[in-house]
Nanobody, 124 residues
Framework: QVQLVESGGGLVQTGGSLRLSCAAS????????MAWFRQAPGKEREFVAG???????NAADSVKGRYTISRDNAKNTVYLQMNSLKPEDTAVYYCAAQEGGLWVSTVKSQYDYWGQGTQVTVSS
């Protein structure tokens, strides 16, 4: 069992930055692929970015060049640095974990564990 706790969300103006953190506890963090998804009101939960346990990274086209995902296995934490934020980035951001996985899946059903989410609001 893996427990995930997100933090770092908040209210920011267009063009601003936020860094989300996801702290994991439980089984060996280093063996998990970690990802961020987001869900805006009335929309499906969508893949944002992920990093596999071997360090491969995948990101949605909508955030490439603006968001950076990283992980610190010593701290059991994955980060999402979000720059140049836009109002359309407003959503609840969720951290997810998949055991193993050489490639980062963009499919939410492939992930075994989820955090409770953290709200990101970008004002225009």
């Amino acid at each position: 069992q893996v427990q995930l706790v997100e933090s770092g969300g908040g209210l920011v103006q267009t063009g601003g930055s936020l860094r989300l953190s996801c702290a994991a506890s439980g089984r060996s963090f280093s063996g998990y692929t970690m990802a961020w998804f987001r869900q805006a009101p009335g929309k499906e939960r969508e893949f944002v970015a992920g990093i596999s346990w071997v360090g491969r990274i995948n990101a949605a086209d909508s955030v490439k060049g603006r968001y950076t995902i990283s992980r610190d296995n010593a701290k059991n934490t994955v980060y999402l640095q979000m720059n140049s934020l836009k109002p359309e980035d407003t959503a609840v951001y969720y951290c997810a974990a998949q055991e193993g996985g050489l490639w980062v899946s963009t499919v939410k059903s492939q992930y075994d564990y989820w955090g409770q989410g953290t709200q990101v609001t970008v004002s225009s």
